[in-house]
T-cell receptor
Framework: KAGVTQTPRYLIKTRGQQVTLSCSPI?????VSWYQQTPGQGLQFLFE???????NKGNFPGRFSGRQFSNSRSEMNVSTLELGDSALYLC???????????FGPGTRLTVT | LAKTTQPISMDSYEGQEVNITCSHN???????ITWYQQFPSQGPRFIIQ???TKVTNEVASLFIPADRKSSTLSLPRVSLSDTAVYYC?????????????FGAGTRLAVHP
């Protein structure tokens, strides 16, 4: 079956703009989590959605938000972009909480 | 969630067995131990998960002593394609939610 897909794969934005990233989980998976990966901070958990509800949130400012749709697809939004938001944003899905998580290829965001 | 400590880097040669040890002194009773592998510019990939004793799958073995305060990922007969970053995670099932806490990982370099 198809894996986790993320769009776009690459994105360049300027400071102050906002961006929306999209994630399509594996068919049948209901849990979607988002992570940010930077060389300095490594992989950090952003938030998790299950059945359209945010169930857990990492330690990120309110500029980072997300949502999940009824078909389990998820989007994350970053407003008022800062240079430090440049990172690889990864989405992971699992059937249920606690199951093995499958990661997508990520979206590489560059903020100039 | 329990913090993990693992070596920053390791070197090996093709055909050798590689053992990466992870320390997790504060592991909770209901925590599982999971290992992920990540190649550059890709999302992490699940390798193996265990709770206690030994778990083996087609790619690796996971050894967990009785006190569960550490674990060892064993990769038999590594090849150049095993060069990657390996993450040890504890928990992943915190109160029914998905929240993977990644450490710095171990950068494994396999040489010809």
């Amino acid at each position: 079956k198809a894996g986790v897909t993320q769009t776009p794969r690459y994105l360049i934005k300027t400071r102050g703009q906002q961006v929306t990233l999209s994630c399509s989980p594996i068919s049948g998976h209901r849990s979607v989590s988002w992570y940010q990966q930077t060389p300095g901070q490594g992989l950090q958990f952003l938030f998790e959605y299950f059945s359209e509800t945010q169930r857990n949130k990492g330690n990120f400012p309110g500029r980072f938000s997300g949502r999940q749709f009824s078909n389990s697809r998820s989007e994350m939004n970053v407003s008022t972009l800062e240079l430090g938001d440049s990172a690889l944003y990864l989405c992971a899905s699992s059937l249920l909480a606690g199951d093995e998580q499958y990661f997508g290829p990520g979206t590489r965001l560059t903020v100039t | 969630l329990a913090k993990t400590t693992q070596p920053i880097s390791m070197d090996s040669y093709e055909g050798q067995e590689v053992n990466i040890t992870c320390s997790h002194n504060n592991i909770a009773t209901n925590d599982y131990i999971t290992w992920y592998q990540q190649f550059p510019s890709q999302g992490p990939r699940f390798i193996i998960q265990g709770y206690k004793t030994k778990v083996t799958n087609e790619v690796a073995s996971l050894f967990i002593p009785a006190d569960r305060k550490s674990s060892t990922l064993s990769l038999p007969r590594v090849s150049l394609s095993d060069t990657a970053v390996y993450y040890c995670l504890v928990g992943g099932f915190s109160g029914g939610y998905n929240k993977l806490i990644f450490g710095a990982g171990t950068r494994l370099a396999v040489h010809p």
